[in-house]
């Protein structure tokens, strides 16, 4: 962040360095469903970014001390994969990879029923297979996606999504380049259908309203992307309710015979 560069990462006609315009999302694809030993998974590709989510649970937590008696604990661990990044990242966690692990936990469990069901653990599992500026909120947006892929009881889907500043102006979702050199990253979760904000970041600096900007910014596409979520899911489930029907087929073919 704040880098000094000669790039320019706006032209004249508010164009951004990768094309896109102030307001817009980098192209985004969701698929739910993409593991079959998780209870739940979703892949995402957001720009650049891969990302692999896995959900297990509500299982007992372990260790017990761990349990709680009144509500699930929800476990995060967000992973970069070694040839995520130009550079081999080195396996293994970081303070930073740590940190991430920590709020998409929070940010989760703030949708997730965790009363449902005392003394369990809720398992989420993050893999970054490619990385390009705005990991933790892909990260987030497909965690979200694995978990109700597994059933588990949300009052809603969260959606991370960042908006920052670039040489003066606020703009949606950053780029590498923009994340390098521009001026502030603001990552956010949002729960779409409320507009209630349950992650908060910002590297960098700036003002009062450029902040109050970029969070309508972010707000504005999240609904974009809670689109997507869905979209995912209701393929999801509609190859579910096919392969059900052929089960069912094949059962009464069975039952026939006899
Ligand atoms: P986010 O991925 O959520 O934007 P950061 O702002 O910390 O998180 O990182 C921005 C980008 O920097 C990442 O998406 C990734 O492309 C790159 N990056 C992060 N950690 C490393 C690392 N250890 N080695 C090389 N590149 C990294």
Request: charged letters at 30%; one cysteine or more.
């Amino acid at each position: 962040m704040s880098m000094k560069t000669d790039i320019k990462l706006i032209d004249d006609k508010g164009v951004r360095i990768d094309g896109r315009k102030p307001d817009q999302l980098r192209p985004i694809k969701i698929e739910a469903g993409v593991l079959k030993r998780a209870d739940g998974s979703a892949y995402l590709e957001w720009g650049k970014n891969k990302v692999l989510a896995a959900v297990y649970g509500p299982r007992e937590a372990h260790p017990r001390h761990l349990q709680d008696s009144a509500k699930a604990i929800v476990q995060c661990r967000y992973n970069m994969a070694p040839f995520s990044v130009g550079d081999r990242k080195r396996p293994g966690p970081d303070r930073r990879s740590v940190e991430i692990s920590k709020i998409i936990s929070e940010a989760l469990e703030s949708v997730i029923l965790t009363e449902l069901f005392p003394r369990s653990s809720i398992d989420v599992f993050i893999e970054v297979l490619q990385a390009n500026a705005g990991t933790r909120c892909a990260g987030l947006t497909a965690a979200s996606v694995a978990l109700a892929d597994a059933g588990i009881p949300m009052k809603d889907l969260v959606v991370g999504c960042a908006a920052g500043k670039v040489e003066g102006t606020v703009v949606l979702d950053l780029g590498k380049e923009e994340d390098n050199f521009g001026q502030a990253d603001v990552p956010l979760a949002i729960i779409p259908r409320t507009g209630e904000i349950v992650l908060l970041q910002m590297d960098g600096d700036m003002t009062r309203e450029e902040l109050f900007n970029a969070i309508d910014m972010a707000k504005d596409a999240s609904l974009r992307i809670y689109e997507l979520q869905k979209e995912a899911l209701r393929r999801r489930y509609a190859i579910v309710a096919e392969e059900e029907k052929e089960e069912i087929a094949s059962m009464e073919e069975i039952k026939e015979e006899e």
